[in-house]
T-cell receptor
Framework: AQSVTQPDIHITVSEGASLELRCNYSYGATPYLFWYVQSPGQGLQLLLK??????LVQGIKGFEAEFKRSQSSFNLRKPSVHWSDAAEYFCAVGPPGANNLFFGTGTRLTVIP | NAGVMQNPRHLVRRRGQEARLRCSPM?????VYWYRQLPEEGLKFMVYLQKENIIDESGMPKERFSAEFPKEGPSILRIQQVVRGDSAAYFC???????????????FGDGTRLSIL
């Protein structure tokens, strides 16, 4: 079955620490891949996207993600987390030929001083 | 250049009433997508529309839900005879191209939080 998995429901990190949020997908072909961030009561803001080419993509706010075909993963990373990064993060995939995006269940990030 | 505009931001209805959610896509975007987000869950696709056409409604409940995107005006998601289980955040997204252009990211509005009493 096609799916998007974010195995970590909630992650807590200290400000200044590094961050990695995991995302795995299960589709027949390599889909388009996205990371969105959602602050409380807000809509989704696109952080970065992968379509093809270089497997390490840079996004806004200092985020990056690496596509690993062998692991069907697209993990989001940031070397030094800021308190303002506290939010919900969603991984999404757009399978070839699909009319829409499929979202993971999200990872809630808490940043402690 | 305004983003995707959704209104109202919050909507409260009693069971049995109708809910109307509006979405104006970004300027230049002619493709609209509706998603629903239940508490503690990710977004689930409901329907994809172009102007005056429903392209894919595979995620829409078969009853009580309908969507339109008229030639003029915003896209409307309509829920008739609402029930408690309809309580959720409803998000609209738009893109300049359709699915073959999924490499054009979907831009999301801030959503409508629907609460059913």
């Amino acid at each position: 079955a096609q799916s998007v998995t974010q195995p970590d429901i909630h992650i807590t990190v200290s400000e200044g620490a590094s961050l990695e949020l995991r995302c795995n997908y299960s589709y027949g072909a390599t889909p388009y891949l996205f990371w969105y961030v959602q602050s409380p009561g807000q809509g989704l803001q696109l952080l970065l996207k992968y379509f093809s080419g270089d497997t390490l993509v840079q996004g806004i706010k200092g985020f990056e993600a690496e596509f690993k075909r062998s692991q069907s993963s697209f993990n989001l990373r940031k070397p030094s987390v800021h308190w303002s990064d506290a939010a919900e993060y969603f991984c999404a995939v757009g399978p070839p030929g699909a009319n829409n995006l499929f979202f993971g269940t999200g990872t809630r990030l808490t940043v402690i001083p | 250049n305004a983003g995707v505009m959704q209104n109202p931001r919050h909507l409260v209805r009693r069971r049995g009433q109708e809910a109307r959610l509006r979405c104006s896509p970004m300027k230049g975007h002619s493709h609209v997508y509706w998603y629903r987000q239940l508490p503690e869950e990710g977004l689930k696709f409901m329907v994809y529309l172009q102007k005056e056409n429903i392209i894919d409604e595979s995620g829409m409940p078969k009853e009580r839900f309908s969507a339109e995107f008229p030639k003029e005006g915003p896209s409307i998601l309509r829920i008739q005879q609402v029930v408690r289980g309809d309580s959720a955040a409803y998000f609209c997204a738009s893109s300049p191209q359709g699915p073959s252009g999924l490499n054009q990211p979907q831009h999301f509005g801030d959503g409508t939080r629907l609460s059913i009493l």
